[in-house]
């Protein structure tokens, strides 16, 4: 499986190189508080939610599914937790989103698709063709950190969408997790694939969690940013992304 592995790695430098392009540049993805109508053709908010993240939510189960891994009950396991995030993220996020007549540039849509595309890819591969996987003390590490990330992440989308429902203008988004840090939500979904990436203990999962960090941080620090720039009052102690730290 030398291909495989070769590839992945070469993935995973992508990725690393991305999120320092990301930084440094202080490139600003075009969707959501960032919209603008600069980066071509646009579709409504809701349905690029759909598509972007349509690939992982079909691709990783299909790849288990049809590979030659004994389908037991630590494989039905990493299939519920993913589709449990992806069917979500799929189709129940764009159904509460607030974002009427928001649109986001279809390069985006493109873009994101690809990139749950290859990382569909990687972790369904791996799991299906090259892991022994079993249940172990990583395990239950695993399934504590997901379901505490999924918990902070789902929990600072619903107050995020609560606000944008109660007042069309944008607010200061308090409580919680928002006391420390202005993107729980991104911090949320890092801490979900770090715990992923414990139960299924591969270089695919690890991947995933490290492509979800390279991808979140740099959209976090806009979103910090910009909170800052449109709120004179905005917390001066409150960080990006990671509580007292960053």
């Known amino acids: 499986m030398g291909w495989f592995y070769n590839l992945l790695f070469l993935w995973i430098f992508t990725g690393l190189c991305t999120f320092i392009y990301l930084i440094f540049s202080k490139t600003i993805a075009p969707y959501g508080r960032h919209s603008n109508s600069k980066w071509g053709i646009t579709i409504d908010n809701r349905w690029g939610w759909f598509w972007m993240e349509l690939p992982a939510l079909v ?3 299909v790849i288990v599914l049809i590979s030659p891994v004994q389908k037991n009950e630590i494989i039905i ?3 519920s937790l993913w589709i449990l995030h992806y069917f979500y993220r799929t189709i129940l996020f764009p159904i509460k989103l607030k974002t009427k007549g928001k649109k986001m540039p279809i390069v985006i849509v493109i873009s994101a698709f690809m990139f749950n595309l290859f990382n569909g890819f990687f972790v369904g591969y791996e799991i299906g063709n090259i892991s022994q996987l079993d249940f172990g003390i990583n395990t239950i590490i695993g399934l504590i950190i997901f379901f505490t990330g999924m918990y902070i992440n789902r929990s600072s989308d619903n107050k995020l969408i609560s606000l944008r429902k109660e007042n069309k203008e944008y607010q200061i988004p308090q409580g919680g997790m928002f006391n420390y840090i202005s993107c729980p939500n991104h911090f949320g979904e890092i801490i979900e694939w770090i715990g992923f990436a414990v139960i299924v ?3 695919g999962a690890l991947s995933f969690a490290l ?4 991808n979140l941080i740099p959209r976090a620090l806009n ?5 800052i720039n449109y709120f004179k009052e905005y917390p001066d102690k409150r960080k ?3 509580p007292y730290i960053f």
């Open 77 to 79: 396991l990493i299939l």
């Open 201 to 203: 203990f591969n270089l």
């Open 211 to 214: 492509w979800t960090a390279f």
């Open 240 to 242: 990006a992304v990671i």
């Open 59 to 61: 691709l990783m189960p």
């Open 223 to 227: 979103h910090h940013n910009w909170y």
